[in-house]
C-alpha cells in the first residue's frame, strides 16, 4: 500500500489499520517525527481531496474507542473543517495571500532554499518534502518558523513553496497555517523553532546545524481583508430540474457518490483534473492516480463514462457536447478550483445553463460557527462527537 493512500479502498483499509493499532496512542505520540510516519494517521491527503470524508473518519475511530481516548485525533481532524469555514467567510485572506505570493523575493527564497538542501536540521525535511510530498505537522511548524522568523522571509513565499509540494496541500489549513506561525493569524500568537523542541520530538535528529535558538519573532504587517462575508446559502441536496443533467467533480471531493450527489442518474459526467503550474512532479502524480481512481468508481456508480477535463475552462464545450442544460456540482472551497470555477460559472449562466451546487451536511453544519478562533469552535462542535461516547 502507499505511503499515503490515493485511492478510496487503500484509505479505508489505511482507516482501519489506524483504528486498531495508532487511534488510541495518537494523542501521546502524534509530536514524535519518525521514519515512516507510523504515528499518525497518514490519511491527510485522502481527507483533503475526500477520498475518505471528515465524518466517515471520525466515525470509523469512535465506534471502536471511547471519546475520551481519540478526543485529540478528533479535534485534529475537526481543525480542516474549522480552516476551510474560517476562510470561506474571510476569502479577503486567500486574495492577499496569492496576490503576495505571486510576488516574493526569489533571490532571498532562492537563497534559502539553498541553505534549507544543505544546512542539517532542514535540509532532511526539504528532502523528504520534494520525494514524497509531505512533511510531518510538527515539522512543517519547525521549518515554517525558521523561514519566518530565523531568516525574516516572506511567510506567503514559503507557504507557497509547501502548497506546490504537499500531497495533502489544502487553501485553507496550508495558508492559515502559515499566517499563524507567522504571528498575522492570532495576534499576539506566533511560533518560534527551538532547538530543545526538536532534539526532543525528532527520532532521526543527526544535526541541528542551521537552526538558531534564541531567535525573535519578527511579525509581518497585516494586508489582508479579514473582514467576514456572509456563507452562500448551498443547499445539502441541489434542486434538480427536469431534463439532461451534467454532474461535474474536481478534486476538492473525489467522493461524491457518498454525497447527496450519489442518487443523480445524469446524462454525462465530467472530472476536471486541473494542476497549478507550478505543481511538483510528485504532487501531479498522487493527484492524478486519485482522479484515476475516482473516474473507475464513478463510471461504476454512474454507468457512465467519466469524461477527464484537463481545465475548468474546457467545462462549456464538452457541456455543448452533451446536450444537457443543466450542471450539478459538489461547490468548491476557496480555493484555486473556486477561482478557476467562478469565471466558467458565469459563462454557463449566461448560455441559460442551470447550476446546481451543494455542499455537504457536515459543512453546513460546522462552518458557521468557524466565527472566531479554533477552541470557541471546537466547543459548539465537541457535543455533536462526545454524546453517548
Given at each position: 500500500m502507499e505511503l499515503f493512500p490515493s485511492d478510496r479502498q487503500g484509505a479505508l483499509q489505511r482507516l482501519e489499520e489506524f483504528v486498531q493499532s495508532g487511534a488510541a496512542a495518537y494523542s501521546r505520540t502524534r509530536n514524535f517525527v519518525k521514519a515512516g510516519h507510523g504515528n499518525v494517521s497518514r490519511l491527510s491527503a485522502a481527507l483533503?481531496?475526500?477520498?475518505?470524508?471528515?465524518?466517515?473518519?471520525i466515525a470509523a475511530v469512535l465506534a471502536a474507542h471511547r471519546f475520551s481516548a481519540v478526543e485529540k485525533f478528533v479535534q485534529e481532524v475537526v481543525w480542516r473543517t474549522y480552516w476551510k469555514g474560517w476562510l470561506e467567510q474571510r476569502p479577503g485572506v486567500w486574495t492577499d495571500y496569492l496576490r503576495q505570493a505571486s510576488s516574493p523575493d526569489p533571490d532571498a527564497?532562492?537563497?534559502?532554499?539553498?541553505?534549507?538542501?544543505?544546512?542539517g536540521a532542514m535540509s532532511r525535511f526539504t528532502e523528504e518534502l520534494r520525494a514524497t510530498g509531505y512533511m510531518h505537522n510538527h515539522a512543517r511548524m519547525w521549518w515554517a518558523a525558521w523561514w519566518c522568523h530565523q531568516h525574516g522571509l516572506p511567510w506567503a513565499a514559503g507557504a507557497r513553496f509547501f502548497f506546490d509540494h504537499l500531497i495533502d496541500a489544502d487553501a485553507a489549513s496550508n495558508t492559515l497555517g502559515?499566517?499563524?506561525?507567522?504571528?498575522?493569524?492570532?495576534?499576539?500568537?506566533?511560533y518560534i523553532t527551538r532547538r530543545d523542541n526538536l532534539q526532543k520530538?525528532?527520532?532521526?535528529?543527526?544535526?541541528?546545524?542551521?537552526?538558531?535558538?534564541h531567535?525573535?519573532?519578527?511579525?509581518?504587517?497585516?494586508?489582508?481583508?479579514?473582514?467576514?462575508?456572509?456563507?452562500p446559502d448551498y443547499p445539502d441536496v441541489p434542486p434538480v430540474p427536469a431534463g439532461a443533467v451534467a454532474l461535474v467533480g474536481h478534486a476538492d471531493d473525489l467522493s461524491i457518490e457518498t454525497t447527496p450527489l450519489g442518487t443523480v442518474r445524469p446524462g454525462a459526467v465530467a472530472?476536471?483534473?486541473?494542476?497549478?503550474e507550478t505543481d511538483s512532479p510528485v504532487k501531479r502524480a498522487w493527484r492524478s492516480r486519485a482522479m484515476e481512481d475516482a473516474a473507475a468508481r464513478w463510471t461504476a456508480h454512474y454507468g457512465k463514462g467519466v469524461s477527464r477535463l484537463p481545465r475548468w475552462e474546457a467545462l462549456p464545450a464538452w457541456l455543448g457536447e452533451t446536450g444537457c442544460g443543466t450542471v450539478v456540482l459538489m461547490a468548491p472551497f476557496v480555493g484555486p478550483d473556486?477561482?478557476?470555477?467562478?469565471?466558467?460559472?458565469?459563462?454557463?449562466?449566461?448560455?441559460?445553463?442551470?447550476?446546481?451546487?451543494?455542499?455537504?451536511?457536515?459543512?453546513?453544519?460546522?462552518?458557521?460557527?468557524?466565527?472566531?478562533?479554533?477552541?470557541?469552535?471546537?466547543?459548539?462542535?465537541?457535543?455533536?462527537?462526545?454524546?453517548g461516547n
Open positions: 483533503r481531496h475526500r477520498l475518505l470524508s471528515e465524518e466517515e473518519v527564497a532562492a537563497d534559502v532554499l539553498g541553505a534549507a538542501a544543505s544546512a502559515w499566517r499563524w506561525v507567522a504571528g498575522l493569524q492570532t495576534p499576539g500568537k506566533t520530538y525528532w527520532e532521526g535528529v543527526e544535526s541541528l546545524e542551521g537552526i538558531e535558538d531567535v525573535r519573532a519578527r511579525i509581518p504587517a497585516e494586508t489582508a481583508d479579514r473582514s467576514r462575508h456572509p456563507l472530472l476536471i483534473g486541473q494542476h497549478a473556486a477561482d478557476a470555477w467562478r469565471p466558467v460559472r458565469q459563462t454557463l449562466l449566461d448560455k441559460g445553463i442551470h447550476v446546481a451546487e451543494c455542499r455537504r451536511a457536515w459543512d453546513q453544519r460546522l462552518f458557521p460557527a468557524a466565527r472566531a478562533g479554533f477552541f470557541p469552535f471546537w466547543h459548539k462542535a465537541r457535543p455533536a462527537f462526545s454524546a
